[in-house]
């Protein structure tokens, strides 16, 4: 069955991802010379902690999968990479359908 996390460990998670984001924004900044490095470290790293979650069964997961499929799909469409937004959208839906089911089943 599904855990929720504690509200203590909701915060250290969002802190250690604030961090990561940081870190590997200015990395890609540096390195990589992207248009959007931090929007892009954002979407990654939300991305992973959504499906690390995800693994562990925490119905937190797909509040972090869908905050990161929202960052996707502004990215992919400031890129005019329409059908790649298009793929993101769906994504979106089914976390949030995801989540719905976790609220209403447990």
């Known amino acids: 069955f599904p855990v929720t996390i504690q509200l203590n460990k909701y915060y250290i998670i969002c802190a250690i991802a604030i961090v990561f984001v940081g870190l590997l924004g200015m990395f890609i900044q540096k390195f990589r010379q992207a248009s959007l490095p931090y929007a892009d470290s954002f979407m990654t790293i939300t991305a992973i902690i959504g499906s690390t979650l995800m693994i562990l069964y925490i119905d937190e997961s797909w509040l972090y999968l869908l905050a990161s499929n929202v960052v996707a799909i502004m990215?992919?469409?400031?890129?005019?990479?329409?059908?790649?937004?298009?793929?993101?959208?769906?994504?979106?839906?089914?976390?949030?359908?995801?989540?719905?089911?976790?609220?209403?089943?447990?």
């Open 75 to 106: 990215i992919c469409l400031s890129k005019r990479m329409y059908m790649a937004s298009l793929m993101y959208l769906v994504y979106i839906i089914m976390a949030i359908d995801g989540y719905w089911n976790l609220m209403i089943f447990y």
